[in-house]
């Protein structure tokens, strides 16, 4: 994996629901650059190709073109195994799914109206 693609993984797990331009701006890279890691993370690379399922980008529901980032169960087992590659005691909670995050800020939001 290169290594603008591991900086990917680990900001999407420092910063769940971080969004394509902010990673971008973290990362120091153009945009287009972000959305391309993000999706050869994903579960389909931007070629058609099998990604490697680790991140998924979600349409943020209150603003239909950012696309909000969060990790895979698969992306979380694989973070989780590279930090204890390091920091054998190494922990983090997964949390909820990207699409559980949605649908608890669609509910959220339906209640308001």
Not at 13 to 41: C, F, H, K, W
Request: a positive charge; glycine letters at 6%.
């Amino acid at each position: 994996m290169p290594f603008q693609q591991v900086q990917t993984l680990l900001l999407v797990s420092m910063y769940p629901g971080i969004t394509l331009s902010e990673l971008a701006d973290r990362l120091e890279i153009a945009q287009s650059s972000a959305s391309r890691n993000v999706a050869a993370l994903g579960k389909v690379h931007r070629l058609q190709k099998e990604g490697l399922d680790f991140v998924e980008a979600i349409e943020d529901p209150s603003e239909r073109r950012r696309k909000i980032c969060f990790l895979t169960e698969r992306g979380h087992r694989e973070v989780l195994g590279l930090m204890r590659m390091l920091y054998p005691d190494f922990n983090f909670d997964a949390g909820p799914t990207a699409k559980e995050r949605i649908d608890n800020v669609m509910s959220s939001l339906r209640k308001r109206r």
